[in-house]
């Protein structure tokens, strides 16, 4: 939210865009992201209120109405850039804990070593926990007409991309999962001040194909996919990756763990939300029917290779909504088992629930994919439904993995490792430069 002489502006209109905030008149701009507040405070006479190229005074806290609470990683990463980008403009930060910088690293969690999922039972998606976020459902990709519709349509026709994007938002909305929209658009100012044609070959190609310009009907989502009035708008993502927008924010507020990807395009914008958000704790699931990208090539190279590694899983649009609708979220006899991959590993012979520090498996008995028998521990095992289940290694390397033989609590204890108090040197030899008095983090 901004106020700018009293007038309320909400996000949705750009006004708070961290990089954009041109207040050319006296003004108190309030910026809400990360469920805290940026203000930005005048400083020195009437003159010295314009933002361009004077001093402000910038504060990062919380909103005090809400309950205190430990910064999440995402969080501290937002705070991080908000300092930064203040700092550019000469401000300085007031009132508030210096912010932490990456060479003060302490914590594992703070370099991507949690997962937001952990502790939950069960292997399904959670509406109360699950989002559904849209890539760039717009005309210019998905639309006749569109400026990449000559590249994007080779995809989007032979998927049905538009149909199958309707029914995971139709679905999610069904199902009481929140939906978040994650557009782009580019203003003059994008181009003529930042330069961002010249940032990257994707930034390029925009620029040239006049792709995504701010208030065309390029820009504009397609008619079959537009969001409900009480639904989540982010701001415009400029490169490939939502997760530098406020998305983080709005996970961290729903109170998110699972992000659920569909939209365009499968190598660039979803790819890199999906590692971001991976990176940042939470379960990323792809649905694979409901994404395209300008080239069979490359969708092919995300779906088969790249999403399998970095998310959870890789569904399609019927496959997620009967997982969602799944009444055993635990696998069963007779069940199919497929790898991250989406090709088939076998067929659940036994289940054997964990008992003690001996963890649970599933037997998938040989056959044309697999020789021998396949013991795959329980907490492999991602999403369950619709009589499928989903293992969060791709089938290709399901036969590298050590389960020709039932797992134990010693094998498990084996690869947990050392505890972090009885480790010297981090890297065998050496220790982060981060910790030169030999801590471990």
Known sequence: ??????????????????????????????????GGYAALHPVGDADSRRFRGRRLRYHAGRDAAAAPRPASLAQRTWRRRLHDEFARRGCEPIDDPPLER????????????????KGERGSSFAPGKTALVVIDPVNDFLSEGGADWDMARSTVEKYDVVEHLKQAIEGARERGIDVLFAPMAFTAEDYENEELQRRSGINRMMFEKKMFLAGSWGADFHPDLRPNDDEIVLLPHKGVDVFETDLPGHLERLGTTHVVIAGMTANLCCESTGRHAMEHGYDVTFLRDAIGADTVAAYQASIRLNYPLIGNAVLKVAEFLAAVDGAEPFPQKGDKVLGSDHLKIGTVEEVVEAKGDTPGYIVVPRGLVFERETFIPLDAITKVGGAEVFVNVPRLFVAKMPWNEPPTSSTRQEKLGPPRDQVVNLYGSRSPSANPSGTQP
């Open 102 to 117: 990456e060479h003060e690293m302490t914590d594992d969690t703070r370099c991507g070593g949690t997962y937001g999922s």
């Open 1 to 34: 939210m901004c106020e700018d002489d009293g007038r309320r502006v909400t996000s949705r209109q750009g006004c708070a865009e961290v990089g954009r905030l041109e207040a050319a008149q006296p003004a108190r701009a309030v910026h809400s992201q990360m």
